[in-house]
């Protein structure tokens, strides 16, 4: 009798978390007006003195409230990588999809790292 009732509970407990998970929509990059809150990454001063310049990729999913759930980085030297990682992680989005329908999403960020011709850090546009 035991066996049952717990076996009921986690069924039921299953049925609910299922019903909470939002559909997830892939994008190849998110749009500009989405974003809320963006962070440009600090020049790792190891990388600039190697004049190491270029474009981190990162694979990130935005979660329903807007924020970053997850990250995994696609491409990038290896200097630069964690500055982008650090910046993106406090990106804020407006959430996706509808109020009754939240969705997560699933896209790729490009973060680029350029000097200008004295090999100091240059602001590009993310």
Not at 107 to 116: A, K, S
Request: net charge positive; hydrophobic share 45%.
């Amino acid at each position: 009798m035991r066996v049952w009732k717990l076996s009921g509970l986690a069924m039921a407990l299953a049925v609910a978390l299922c019903a909470q998970q939002a559909k997830i929509v892939r994008m190849p990059s998110p749009p500009e007006s989405k974003i809320i809150r963006k962070i440009q990454p600090a020049y790792p001063a190891d990388a600039a003195d190697l004049r190491i310049q270029g474009v981190v990729k990162l694979s990130v999913t935005i979660g329903t409230d807007g924020r970053i759930e997850h990250m995994k980085v696609l491409s990038g030297h290896p200097l630069l990588t964690p500055a982008a990682m650090q910046a993106v992680r406090r990106w804020v989005f407006e959430p996706f999809g509808t109020d009754d329908q939240p969705v997560r999403v699933i896209t790729e960020i490009d973060v680029p790292f350029l000097l200008d011709g004295l090999g100091r850090p240059s602001a590009p546009k993310l």
